[in-house]
Nanobody, 114 residues
Framework: QVQLVESGGGLVQPGGSLRLSCAVS????????MAWFRQGPGKQRELVAQ???????NYADFVKGRFTISRDNVKKTVYLQMNSLKPEDTAVYYC????????WGQGTQVSVSS
């Protein structure tokens, strides 16, 4: 069974940076397009960024130029480098396939506040 373990969240001031990690176990990771999602307070979960097995990224418009998604197929880990954070980026961040195929992990809380 695939397990997703997100980490790296925290409290940061506006304009700050965080790097999230998602460790994936038990799957053909290198063949799978992976994605980061987020769910803000009172909001639906939304797709933030995705990366193919070969490393090609794609981003939601609201994070373009600020966030960078990457992956390490040997370590079976997906990363999300978040720069120039804004209060509206406050959310619980999750990783999964684009279709949400795996059981959702607990996510990691990102809070952006002064």
């Amino acid at each position: 069974q695939v397990q997703l373990v997100e980490s790296g969240g925290g409290l940061v001031q506006p304009g700050g940076s965080l790097r999230l990690s998602c460790a994936v176990s038990g799957s053909t990771f290198s063949l799978t397009t992976m994605a980061w999602f987020r769910q803000g307070p009172g909001k639906q979960r939304e797709l933030v960024a995705q990366v193919t097995g070969g490393g090609a990224p794609n981003y939601a418009d609201f994070v373009k130029g600020r966030f960078t998604i990457s992956r390490d197929n040997v370590k079976k880990t997906v990363y999300l480098q978040m720069n120039s954070l804004k209060p509206e980026d406050t959310a619980v961040y999750y990783c999964n396939t684009v279709a949400g195929r795996f059981k959702w992990g607990q996510g990691t809380q990102v809070s952006v506040s002064s």
